[in-house]
């Protein structure tokens, strides 16, 4: 599956802003100097091999940056919300989470010509690799130039690439689905009404969540 995502939003052209290939994007990897870089900028996540920092360009706009300590390179990861006056798009990038070198976020892009968008994405900031690119879940029946099932409301992830997430689905209110990406593929953990949306926590490769008051567990491989 084509990955789209969008780093910056020019305007100059819809499609090619907000839904550029794996390639374009491989392509257009802008460089900032050092990490962390001098200069203001705000620390999102951190911990001991990578940091996330976000430099705000204006009032409303943060774009994310993330990279690995000890390496001249950082990679463009995310941004807050941005919009198209008068184009009916708009894509962000949201629930930015470290383990190691590793970086999992959300991406989401929503516009009248090209459709909505709902991706899970892990991505190794050593190289810009996006080692995952995946719906946040399926909608039944299949809605056309629709991709994801809704906002994710909690990821968590493993150094090695596992990751796991809750997603507050749209086929059905109040509806929340457990899913994970790992060693033994895709897999739907979990799903009810009465899933607790920010329960999900790890430790080691124990997955945990709260479901109707009472915990539940999983191994992420």
């Not at 390496?71 to 995310?78: D, I, N």
């Not at 990751?163 to 109040?174: E, G, L």
């Amino acid at each position: 599956m084509r990955r789209a995502v969008a780093l910056l939003i020019v305007g100059a052209s819809l499609a090619v802003a907000l839904a550029p290939s794996a390639t374009a994007r491989t392509q257009g990897r802008q460089r900032a100097a050092g990490c962390p870089p001098s200069g203001r900028r705000t620390v999102i996540a951190a911990d001991p091999q990578a940091e996330i920092y976000g430099i705000r360009k204006n009032e409303e706009e943060v774009v994310y940056w993330g990279c690995v300590f000890g390496h001249s390179r950082s990679f463009l990861v995310g941004f807050t919300d941005e919009c198209i006056s008068n184009g009916g798009a708009c894509a962000s990038t949201s629930h930015l989470t470290l383990a190691g070198t590793l970086l999992a976020r959300e991406y989401s892009r929503t516009s009248f010509v090209l459709g909505d968008e709902r991706l899970i994405e892990v991505e190794d900031l050593r190289t810009g690799r996006v080692l995952h690119s995946v719906p946040t879940g399926v909608t039944f029946p299949p809605k056309p130039k629709t991709v994801g099932d809704g906002p994710a409301t909690a990821i968590v992830l493993k150094s090695d690439g596992a990751v796991a997430w809750i997603v507050d689905t749209v086929q059905k209110n109040d509806m929340y689905q457990v899913h994970a990406v790992d060693k033994s593929g895709s897999r739907l953990l979990a799903s009810g009404s009465d899933i607790d949306p920010k329960s999900l926590a790890l430790a080691g490769s124990t997955l945990y969540w709260t479901q109707g008051r009472k915990p539940y567990s999983a191994t992420l491989y």
